[in-house]
Nanobody, 128 residues
Framework: QVQVVESGGGFVQSGGSLRLSCAPS????????IGWFRQAPGKELEAISL????????KYADSVKGRFTITRDSPRSEVYLQMNGLTAEDTAVYYC?????????????????????WGQGTQVTVSS
């Protein structure tokens, strides 16, 4: 059974940190690029980070660059998003998704429609 499960969300004060986890299962996730997205209330879904299938290259949106770090742990079959310096503007539901892409990342972001498997999301709330 294919599953993508996010965890690690919660409530944190401004300036604090959280680490989100994404646990894919039921498919050959090592052939997939993994992306993190977020959706704040009343706003569109935003792609914020991406890592290639081997964990060699990463991408970040300008809104999180320098504060967030994406990594993948192949033995544990997990992808992490370390979030530091959180502000109220980071409050959102965070999703991870998998796109079948066993090559280096392209320059452009993948469109949302390219992602095959999506998680249910985890809420992150940052108090100001």
């Amino acid at each position: 059974q294919v599953q993508v499960v996010e965890s690690g969300g919660g409530f944190v004060q401004s300036g604090g940190s959280l680490r989100l986890s994404c646990a894919p299962s039921g498919f050959h996730w090592d052939l997939y690029a993994i992306g993190w997205f977020r959706q704040a209330p009343g706003k569109e879904l935003e792609a914020i980070s991406l890592i290639d299938s081997k964990g060699d290259t990463t991408k970040y949106a300008d809104s999180v660059k320098g504060r967030f770090t994406i990594t993948r742990d192949s033995p544990r079959s997990e992808v992490y998003l370390q979030m530091n310096g959180l502000t109220a503007e980071d409050t959102a539901v965070y999703y991870c998704a998998a796109n079948y892409w066993n090559r280096p990342l392209p320059t452009q972001w993948f469109p949302e429609r390219d992602y095959t498997f999506w998680g249910q999301g985890t809420q992150v709330t940052v108090s100001s």
